[in-house]
Structure formats: C-alpha cells, structure tokens
Nanobody, 125 residues
Framework: QVQVVESGGGLVQPGGSLRLSCAAS????????IGWFRQAPGKEREAVSC????????YYADSVKGRFTISRNNAKTMVYLQMNRLKPEDTAIYYC??????????????????WGQGTQVTVSS
C-alpha cells in the first residue's frame, strides 16, 4: 500500500528554519513524484515544491524559491523540504503527496495515489 507520512512541523520565529520529512511506505521514489503542498487558514491548498523520482527534477513555487529546498535520501525512501528564512505567510498545514509517474506536473490534481495527514508549520514571534 502506497503511503506517505509527514513530520517535522512546529513553531518557529520569522527568519528561522525547519525541515519537513516525507516518509514513503510501500514504494520507492524511482517511479514516483512527490509533492509538498500547503493550506493556510481561509485559503486554498497550493503547491510548494515537487520532486520527480525518475530524473530528480524539482519545481518550486515563486513564493518559496531561494528559501526552500526539496531533496531525497540515498535510499530513496524519504523526501525532505528544507525551509529557510521562514516568513509568517509560510504558516500553514503542509502536506506530502505521492503519485506514480514521471512527475510531469506539480498541480494538486496530478497527485492522487497518496496524501499524508499534514503537519502544522507556524511562523510567529
């Protein structure tokens, strides 16, 4: 069974850093794309960053470019989202999603195989 589980959220001050983890269960990343999405209170869920396991290509939303980095471990069982220089507007529930395929899209609709339960990230002083 394909499953993903997020971890690593928490409370951090503006300018601080957090690393989110997405653990893959029931599959390895070679044939899957992983996406990080977030939903802030009162807003729609949006794409943050995506990773293609087939060619290691990445995508970043403009709002996080230069601050966030998506990566995987060598065993191809974990995907990380390193978040630096965090801003209050980064406050949201962050979700990890998996989809078999080349990762041709970072749209929410592309990811249907598995979604995690989400992890809360709060950026506040």
């Amino acid at each position: 069974q394909v499953q993903v589980v997020e971890s690593g959220g928490g409370l951090v001050q503006p300018g601080g850093s957090l690393r989110l983890s997405c653990a893959a269960s029931g599959f390895t990343l070679d044939s899957y794309a992983i996406g990080w999405f977030r939903q802030a209170p009162g807003k729609e869920r949006e794409a943050v960053s995506c990773f293609s396991g087939s060619d290691d290509s990445t995508y970043y939303a403009d709002s996080v470019k230069g601050r966030f980095t998506i990566s995987r471990n060598n065993a191809k069982t974990m995907v990380y989202l390193q978040m630096n220089r965090l801003k209050p507007e980064d406050t949201a529930i962050y979700y990890c999603a998996a989809q078999m395929g080349p990762g041709a899209s970072c749209e929410e609709e592309y990811f249907s195989d598995s979604w995690g339960q989400g992890t809360q990230v709060t950026v506040s002083s």
